[in-house]
């Protein structure tokens, strides 16, 4: 599917949707099978807590820095941008009640509080995926075409500035994990030379370890 138009390449966005749908949905399998086991419930919920933050860093930036440019300089379907509002509202409180429930669970591995989270990611999946599916298919042309490269630059900033520097490696590991050849190229030309250095030497082998780790 291609996103982008003659203006600023928002294929990027696809490749962070790829991580929520993936990591968020992979975590239900994840909160059952840490059930009354405290090794593994502190490991699950240390990466429950990233894409958390990860997910709630994506939406606010869409809420603050993205919906607001579109309402302003393009005639969008009013049915659309209210779906998509109500979409994030949706999600973003599906988020805070995990957030809420999660410290305790990490701590404890106490299996009834591990239920409901899974059944509140199971119950929110398909308002998520649909809402991913239809801003990619619907917005991102429409975004190409209208944002400026430092607007949309300002949207990837945001994201970036809310990951600590000691996470950024690994989320860089998560972003180009579906990856094929020319995409992983297309992401790692806008990251700094050190950082693709860093990524190759250290990064990768941390990422790598951490999810085999989390998933196993």
Do not use: C
Request: glycine residues 6%.
């Amino acid at each position: 599917m291609n996103t982008s138009g003659p203006g600023v390449d928002t294929h990027e966005m696809v490749l962070m949707h790829r991580v929520i749908r993936r990591e968020f949905g992979q975590l239900p399998r994840l909160f059952r099978a840490a059930a009354s086991n405290r090794a593994r419930s502190k490991v699950v919920g240390a990466h429950a807590r990233e894409m958390l933050d990860f997910l709630h860093t994506h939406h606010t930036g869409e809420d603050e820095l993205l919906f607001p440019l579109l309402r302003k300089r393009t005639t969008l379907d009013p049915e659309l941008m209210d779906r998509m509002d109500a979409q994030h509202a949706q999600v973003d409180d599906a988020v805070a009640a995990l957030g809420k429930d999660l410290p305790a669970w990490t701590a404890t591995a106490d299996a009834p509080t591990g239920e409901r989270m899974a059944a509140l990611v199971d119950a929110t999946m398909p308002t998520l995926i649909e809402h991913l599916a239809e801003e990619e298919e619907k917005l991102l042309p429409i975004v190409s075409a209208t944002l400026t490269q430092s607007e949309w630059d300002a949207l990837g900033k945001h994201g970036m500035s809310a990951i600590p520097l000691t996470r950024r490696l690994v989320i860089l590991g998560h972003i180009t994990e579906e990856t094929d050849d020319t995409e992983r190229q297309r992401f790692l030309q806008v990251i700094p030379a050190p950082a693709r250095l860093a990524y190759k030497l250290i990064g990768r082998r941390q990422f790598t370890r951490e999810t085999t780790t989390i998933r196993s």
